[in-house]
């Protein structure tokens, strides 16, 4: 226990699944967590339960697509905890619009990049300034083993910003490490969210995932965990590296 104790982290998305999950947890190690989420509902509720398990939590109502509200969303969590030591970028999503590159839109295409590559820069943009007044901190983004490795999931622009993703957190480790600011993605299989397990009734989406996954498919905290180590001083010559959490993926 205690691992992130006095350390002010945000976590974007976390008004649900493995967002919810890792601020939950973020909380029970000691930190205190700005619960970043377009959807208001999900938002206050992670606080909500945040709160009842006795760690202390703030929502912010923000699209993280939106750069003027990233920014300010930073601003406010600064002024009223005083600093910044973790930015947990996990605000991200794929859709059943996408396809192989030949099929998808273009309109998919540049909603995927903007949904989940787009967000993780602005939300670096706009964090490391404070980590670095903070004399260094960790950035955590969430990548996909579908940036990582090929399978026939035919989502192609999702895999493509994922691995945007991936490059991004390698860049950023080289560049900000005489900061003391670390940089680490993780690379997530298949988890058991809610939203996820609406798909299991889809034959293509099983034949997709199904057979990579050795160890079977993963939660919410299995994800949550990996994040702890990596947003805590356990880690602190730990930068640059993607983390698959991938049941075997890699293996098979």
């Known amino acids: 226990m205690n691992r992130l104790q006095g350390k002010v982290a945000i976590i974007t998305g976390s008004g649900s ?26 938002g206050e509720e992670t606080v909500a339960m945040i709160k009842n398990q006795g760690g ?17 969303a930073i601003k406010s969590v600064v002024q009223r905890y005083g600093k910044l030591d973790i930015m947990y970028n996990n605000a991200g999503a794929s859709s059943a619009a996408d396809g192989p590159v030949h099929k998808v839109s273009l309109d998919e295409w540049w909603r995927a990049m903007r949904v989940n590559l787009f967000t993780a820069f602005l939300g670096c943009k706009y964090a490391i300034p404070e980590l670095i007044r903070n004399g260094g901190g960790s950035v955590i983004n969430t990548a996909s083993v579908a940036a990582l490795y090929g399978s026939k999931n035919g989502r192609h622009a999702y895999s493509a910003s994922k691995g945007g993703v991936v490059s ?24 058991l969210t809610e939203r996820i397990r609406k798909f299991f009734d889809d034959p293509k989406f099983m034949a997709a995932s199904g057979g990579s996954n050795l160890l079977g498919y993963g939660e919410p905290r299995d994800v949550a965990d ?25 293996a098979g």
């Open 17 to 42: 699944g493995i967002g919810r999950e890792g601020a939950l947890r973020f909380a029970r190690q000691g930190a205190r967590i700005a619960v970043v989420d377009m959807v208001k509902e999900g």
């Open 226 to 250: 990996l994040a702890i180590y990596l947003a805590s001083d356990e880690s602190r010559l730990i930068t640059g590296v993607v983390f698959p959490v991938d049941s075997g993926w890699s």
């Open 56 to 72: 202390e939590a703030c929502f912010i109502h923000a699209d993280m697509t939106e750069p003027a509200a990233v920014e300010q």
């Open 168 to 191: 991004l957190t390698r860049a950023m480790a080289v560049d900000y490490a005489e900061h003391k600011v670390r940089a680490n993605a993780i690379a997530p299989t298949v988890i």
